[in-house]
């Protein structure tokens, strides 16, 4: 495939407000089985695979028993499916950039069963280039794999190229990567942070940045 310029994206968090039912359901999983954690941690290690979020969190205790988690937490999620929406904006703005001529990639740590309801909500399949999961990667973000991987799928330049995000993990993927991130706040990581390892540029949300999108460092892309 030729390369071209393009903007790859984060979902959950980013143009999906999906990450507080995420908590609730990890929260609920680990308790199945007996474990426990704060919210905040739980809300602190998403974007990362299911593994290494419940090895972050509880350690080994949770990877010891890793599979009956997931499957608890898979049916959390599919009971709350109905409860997803996009924040602000979301749609419109893949929208926008997909109409400048820029490539759009959906890289995402999702499982392939969330990323289906993820991308039912989103309703981008007309304009998206390519889509990664955690299914395509042995390294999930702040490790520069998934954003290595979701360049090639979908045949973006890396030369003109921009991740948008809302997690300290996309930030340092991306640098990782080579690529500048632009932070969305949506996701509820604060806007320190997300300076801190490397944004560009910070928006509240998708509509925010869509408003400065040709003002914004996701020019370098057309």
Sequence with gaps: ?????????????????????????????????????????????????????????????????????????????????????????AAELVRAVAARGARTVLATSASAESLEALRRVLDLDDVLTAVTSAEDVERSKPHPEPV?????SGGVDPAHAVFVGDSVWDVQAAAAAGLPCVGLLCGGIGADELLAAGAVELYDDPADLLDHLDASALRRAW
């Design 148 to 152: 290595r991987t979701a360049l090639a």
């Design 1 to 89: 495939m030729d390369q071209g310029p393009g903007v790859l994206f984060d979902v959950d968090g980013t143009l999906v407000d999906s990450n507080y039912l995420q908590v609730a359901a990890w929260l609920r999983a680990l308790q199945s089985v007996g474990l426990d954690a704060p919210a905040w941690r739980l809300h602190r290690a998403l974007g990362r695979t299911g593994r290494e979020l419940v090895g972050d969190v509880v350690g080994d205790a949770g990877l010891e028993r890793f599979d009956e988690i997931s499957g608890v937490h898979a049916r959390e999620v599919d009971a709350t499916a109905d409860r997803l929406r996009r924040t602000r904006g």
